[in-house]
């Protein structure tokens, strides 16, 4: 594990649509626009965010993910200059960058066909061909990518698609990738699969933790608790391989908002996301409560991909769905060691989760109620020591209904 994830908290952007770029392929007209990112550096800071995690930014044909130059910043974002811009202004902010890393498959544009596998195409999409991961040169060309973007100021990488690539393929890349950077961390995509087995295999740092993603907003738009914690237990077990790379929302899926109809429960989702072990990220918009509904068609990923104007102030949203992330990630960053933390189910009902977060001596409860009936503390083993209320609140002994309460 890299040291300084311990408290690094992402706020995830996906530039193409940031900027309102074409992804239909087009229009391909020149920018600069990745430098609007810049102007929301402030406000990352103000959030309490410290990275930045950027979805695919090098030369493709239409949505990033179809890559036909690692080596090329996309015109419609911008050049070299328009990186090297961004990357000193989010380090002179103290903010880490994360670079997006499509190194399973690439655009039918790509001119080196000899490091394509034969007739291999990603998931059925015709316009996007699987590389050769047998290939030596493939390693060799991923390797020195990496390098690269690190040697430019990069902080680390996200590898899409992670799961459709051998571990054994990672094994070979990122020792190269670790002794010209020892200091960069290491993401997988993966949406299933033995991700502690993954992560021992192919010397990623960690995966993305989708299971937890999906049971979260699962069990509190169903109101079924009993599913959470039965993930938890799961989460738990990862936390002796690597510490997973946690989210409520990303580029790929429905926003948070969207999933949980009931608008008195998404608090609920970001206390579990700031309190649960793992290193979290916000997904651009979700801070402010943005709804958006991810669609299995042509163009499906616009509504949760929309472009960001140049300044936050003009970003219509819910200022205290905003004010509530300010006061989880502070709670987040007094209590660090939740990184690490294991969590331990005190009560269960399908309305009701009272856990306890520990790391050695430190500890927190965390009352979560979905019910139309306050939540009674009173009695509640490892609980009742638990006085002093961190976030949220309480009602003598009892969160109210619908609430939630973070408690030392």
Aim: aromatic fraction near 8%; charged fraction near 25%.
């Amino acid at each position: 594990m890299r040291e300084w994830t311990e408290h690094v908290i992402w706020w995830h952007v996906y530039p193409l649509g940031f900027v309102g770029a074409d992804t239909t392929g087009q229009d391909r007209t020149p920018t600069h626009e990745l430098r609007r990112i810049e102007g929301w550096l402030d406000d990352v800071i103000a959030l309490g965010a410290n990275g930045i995690a950027l979805g695919p930014v090098f030369a493709s044909s239409t949505h990033g993910y179809d890559t036909i130059n690692y080596f090329r910043i996309d015109e419609r974002l911008g050049d070299d200059g328009d990186f090297s811009s961004l990357i000193t202004a989010a380090h002179d902010h103290g903010i880490r960058v994360l670079l997006d890393g499509v190194f399973n498959h690439v655009g039918r544009e790509f001119p080196d066909t000899a490091l394509v596998r034969d007739g291999g195409t990603f998931e059925g999409h015709d316009a996007l061909v699987e590389l050769d991961h047998d290939d030596p040169a493939v390693a060799d060309l991923v390797a020195r990518v990496m390098i690269h973007w690190l040697d430019r100021g990069a902080d680390g990488w996200r590898l899409d698609a992670a799961y459709s690539v051998p571990p054994a393929f990672w094994a070979r890349v990122l020792p190269r990738v670790r002794e010209a950077h020892p200091d960069a961390y290491i993401v997988g995509e993966v949406l299933h699969g033995d991700y502690a087995a993954i992560v021992s295999e192919s010397g990623m740092d960690a995966v993305t933790q989708y299971e937890l993603w999906q049971s979260t907003w699962h069990a509190i738009a169903e109101v079924n608790l009993f599913e959470l914690d039965w993930t938890l237990t799961r989460h738990n077990e990862l936390l002796d391989t690597f510490v997973p790379y946690t989210f409520v929302g990303n580029h790929d899926v429905t926003r948070l908002a969207t999933r949980i109809p009931d608008e008195r429960h998404r608090a609920h989702a970001l206390v579990l996301l700031f309190t649960l072990a793992g290193t979290p990220s916000v997904y651009a918009g979700d801070e402010r409560g943005l709804e958006g509904l991810k669609e299995e068609r042509f163009g499906g990923d616009d509504a949760i991909r929309p472009e960001f104007p140049a300044s936050p102030a003009d970003l219509p949203g819910k200022r205290e769905v905003y004010a509530l992330h300010q006061e989880l990630i502070a709670v987040r960053r007094r209590h660090s060691w939740l990184h690490t933390a294991r969590s331990r189910t005190l009560a269960l009902t399908n309305e009701t989760l009272v856990l306890e977060m520990r790391s050695g001596d430190d500890r927190l409860v965390v009352a979560l109620n979905l019910d139309d009936s306050p939540l009674e503390l009173s009695g509640v083993e490892g609980a009742d020591a638990a006085a002093t209320v961190v976030a949220g609140s309480l009602d003598g002994r009892a969160v109210p209904p619908h609430g939630w309460a973070i408690l030392a």
